[in-house]
Nanobody, 117 residues
């Protein structure tokens, strides 16, 4: 079992920045890849960025490239999503996900990000 707790969401003006955090606990040794996803009402949850805890390999959705950075601090069992140049269309509930080597998915509770003037 893996438990994930997100934090860092909030209200920000267009062009502003936010950093989301996700703290993992439990069977963290089993985590193969971690990622940030987002969802708006009426739409499917979509991937924003992923990272492998061991090798640090990252991948980004086209909408996130050049503006968002995913990173991890293995000593703190925490991974982050630094979001810059935020746009109103980035408004969503952001979730962190951990996938284990046995292809089990664990999700956090979500944190709301609202980009509005």
């Amino acid at each position: 079992q893996v438990q994930l707790v997100e934090s860092g969401g909030g209200l920000v003006q267009p062009g502003g920045s936010l950093t989301l955090s996700c703290v993992a606990s439990g069977s963290i040794f089993s985590i193969y890849v971690m990622g940030w996803y987002r969802q708006v009402p009426g739409k499917q949850r979509e991937v924003v960025a992923t990272i492998t805890p061991r090798g640090g390999r990252t991948d980004y959705a086209d909408s996130a490239k050049g503006r968002f950075t995913i990173s991890r601090d293995n000593a703190k069992n925490t991974f982050y999503l630094q979001m810059n140049s935020l746009k109103p269309e980035d408004t969503a509930v952001y979730y962190c996900r951990a996938r284990t080597a046995s292809i089990l998915d664990y999700w956090g509770q979500g944190t709301q990000v609202t980009v509005s003037s």
